[in-house]
């Protein structure tokens, strides 16, 4: 972060009389919902509570969403802490606009929740130097506090220890920070014109290089090969059984969980059963190990210790025989069935065959299982889920069908990173293997659309969790599964190791992964054109410089459109020859922030006139200046973007905190875009 270097230094700064925020709810400044009967914390309270946001990123702890400014010892800088925070989460309150040097991108509460404790560090250190205003601060409290915070103790008695130029950097960050929200401080702020380390950038204060470089490693492929044949073989062979296996453990649950418990009329019933297991050669169900006070293990009885009394209960149709006069009146039966053919786990005991991953022969998906080792089953297989899914994925699954006929799976979810907070819609293209991995989570939690489907957990402990189950059940050998050597692993490693394969592989994954990439635009590039034409054929009219070349294109492709009518009628209704007509121009569109630019003749797009690359292939959108480029319209999706620079630039403009001059530049931009919202309403009466 660069800070413009100070011009003057005049004695003090005009500081506001009345916090901005004064009397606001915490919630309501940052333009966040709460969930019903949270707390509700003021501006003025010493203690944030901000648990109860509706939109916090599931990551998040409950400690970070908890902010104690008293911790910060004079008064009067707990408000600065707050008013300066306040303005990080919410850089687009009418008050922080007014800020011409504030950070313009959201930062996240946990982002936040890091800088208050800088922030205490760094008041408190001024107080413990005898500073009690901010306009007493100099360059040399800066270094100093700096050159202190570049060490610290990691535990008692343990030597000091260089903090890494990434940790320093925020508090250099955070002494910066005053500077850029001078204008929306109330209480105390710095002198005007002095900015810490004169304008320095951070990365240059703390003596460090790009701090953003990617750290994580990538899995090293030893570790990686064992782990995703594992794990891709109980998603696509084991999983398919193992959710129908739950959805039956389910159906069984919901059955028996009113049932009554039994007594002695039930004995003739109990009897029966017994008897026809007997025949049948049905094993008795074995216990799991569950809690059970009415356990049996000594007197006459014992054999039956390992029995699993409430399944039998439930065949007819009971919650559990309790009593030991009542388990005496069935002994006999019991005892002998138990002689002749044992115990077993009542869940899947007639398991369908799959093929083994090491040598393809046939073996039952499962040995039986007990309710204890369904439950383990599943939490194993959905941690392989996850590992699928982080390894070969960049939600809810959605399936669409492409214009050649094939297939394209997506991942919706939301995107967080340099979003406000709670996120913004966002799809993911991935392979069928995670589309399958991610139906097969669904299906095993019967979470309803929209529930998170992996629980915020440390994918490396459900791996180590994994080798021990697949190893001590015996399903590794059983299944013919490779040895999964021990090793440290992610869900940041997996992404790492994707992103590495991809850039790594041009012509393989990269290549392909581009090819998605231009598919899906050009797929949303015929969707506007024919957006274009439908609003044409309403009424509904381009604007802008290259807006009568673009209607001319269009009428032509309606002139052929009806000319081929007359041969065939239903061609009027048939989408894929209206796309086959509007082909050539979709190709040549160029999507823009507040424009569509159609590329039809390079020697005519002003941005590459202006740039001096005139024989360029493609237009420069970010140069595009569409009030005078022949190539350039404006549609009504665009007229809210136009409409929002309006509305920006009265904000400046009504200001009085903001220049004359600077007043003056702005009004010819906002008369420009006036006058573009007035075209695209004039267009488009309906509109």
Not at 376 to 396: D, K, R, W
Not at 535 to 553: C, F, Q, S, V
Not at 646 to 651: E, K, P, Q, R, S
Request: aromatic share 6%; proline share 7%; hydrophobic share 40%.
């Amino acid at each position: 972060m660069k800070l413009p270097r100070p011009l003057r230094a005049p004695a003090s700064i005009t500081r506001r009389p009345v916090s901005a925020f004064a009397g606001c709810y915490v919630h309501e400044a940052i333009g966040m919902a709460l969930l019903p009967g949270s707390v509700r914390s003021r501006f003025e309270d010493d203690l944030w509570d901000m648990r109860g946001l509706a939109d916090k990123p599931r990551s998040i702890k409950r400690h970070e969403l908890t902010w104690n400014f008293f911790k910060i010892v004079d008064p009067k800088w707990r408000v600065v802490a707050k008013e300066i925070l306040i303005a990080l989460l919410a850089p687009q309150h009418d008050s922080v606009l007014e800020c011409a040097l504030a950070l313009r991108k959201n930062r996240s509460p946990r982002t936040c929740n890091r800088f208050l404790r800088r922030f205490t560090a760094w008041f408190n250190w001024l107080t413990a130097n005898g500073i009690t205003s901010l306009d007493e601060v100099t360059q040399e409290h800066c270094d100093r506090f700096a050159a202190e915070e570049q060490w610290y103790v990691p535990k008692p008695d343990a030597a000091p220890v260089q903090a890494e130029p990434e940790t320093l950097a925020e508090s250099v960050r955070v002494v910066q920070l005053i500077t850029l929200y001078g204008d929306l401080l109330s209480t105390d702020s710095y002198l005007a014109g002095f900015v810490p380390w004169d304008g320095q950038s951070t990365i240059k204060v703390v003596g460090g290089t790009w701090l953003r470089a990617n750290r994580t490693p990538s899995v090293p492929d030893h570790l990686l090969q064992p782990v995703l044949a594992t794990c891709l073989y109980l998603v696509n062979t084991v999983g398919p059984h193992l959710a129908d296996l739950v959805e039956r453990v389910r159906k069984d649950a919901a059955t028996t969980k009113d049932l009554p418990r039994a007594t002695l009329t039930h004995v003739p019933d109990l009897k029966h059963l017994i008897a026809q297991m007997h025949a049948d050669r049905v094993p008795l169900p074995q216990a799991d190990g569950r809690a059970d006070i009415l356990r049996i293990s000594t007197g006459d009885l014992a054999p039956l210790k390992d029995l699993a009394w409430y399944r039998l209960a439930h065949q007819v149709g009971t919650s559990t025989i309790a009593g030991d006069y009542l388990r005496e009146k069935i002994a006999p039966e019991l005892l002998a069935l138990a002689e002749d053919v044992g115990f077993e786990n009542y869940w899947a005991r007639t398991a369908p065959t799959i093929a083994r991953e090491e040598d393809g022969a046939l073996v039952p998906w499962t040995a039986p299982l007990s309710d204890a080792g369904v439950a383990s089953m599943v939490a194993n297989v959905l941690s392989a889920c996850l590992v699928v899914t982080s390894a070969l994925s960049v939600g809810c699954r959605r399936q669409t069908q492409t214009k050649s006929g094939g297939t394209r799976y997506r991942l919706a979810g939301r995107l967080i990173k340099g979003q406000k907070l709670g996120g913004v819609p966002d799809e993911w293209v991935v392979i069928e293997d995670v589309h399958r991995a991610v139906a097969l989570a669904e299906r095993r939690l019967g979470a309803p659309p929209g529930t998170a489907l992996f629980n915020t957990v440390t994918l490396s402990f459900s791996l180590t969790r994994m080798r021990k189950w697949l190893e001590e059940s015996g399903n590794r050998e059983r299944r013919g599964l490779p040895i999964i050597p021990a090793g440290p692993i992610s869900a940041q490693m997996l992404r790492r190791t994707l992103a590495l394969s991809i850039a790594a592989r041009p012509g393989g994954s990269q290549r392909l992964f581009l090819t998605e990439v231009e598919e899906a635009e050009q797929e949303k590039h015929m969707e506007l054109t024919v957006e274009a034409f439908r609003d044409l054929k309403e009424g509904r009219k381009p604007t802008g410089p290259g807006a009568r070349g673009l209607i001319e294109a269009l009428q032509h492709v309606d002139a052929q459109l009806n000319e081929a009518a007359h041969h065939d009628p239903k061609v009027l209704e048939d989408d894929r020859h209206l796309e086959n007509l509007l082909s050539k121009l979709s190709k040549v569109l160029h999507v823009g922030a507040a424009n569509f630019c159609w590329f039809r003749d390079p020697s005519k797009a002003l941005c590459l006139k202006l740039a001096g690359t005139p024989n360029a292939k493609k237009p420069l959108v970010g140069m595009c200046d569409s009030a005078r480029c022949p190539q350039a319209t404006h549609h009504r999706s665009h007229r809210p973007v136009w409409l929002g620079q309006v509305t920006l630039i009265d904000t400046f403009v009504e200001s009085p905190r903001v220049a004359k001059g600077e007043k003056k530049r702005l009004q010819p931009e906002r008369d420009r875009a006036l006058r573009v919202v007035a075209e695209i309403d004039a267009a488009s009466p309906a509109a």
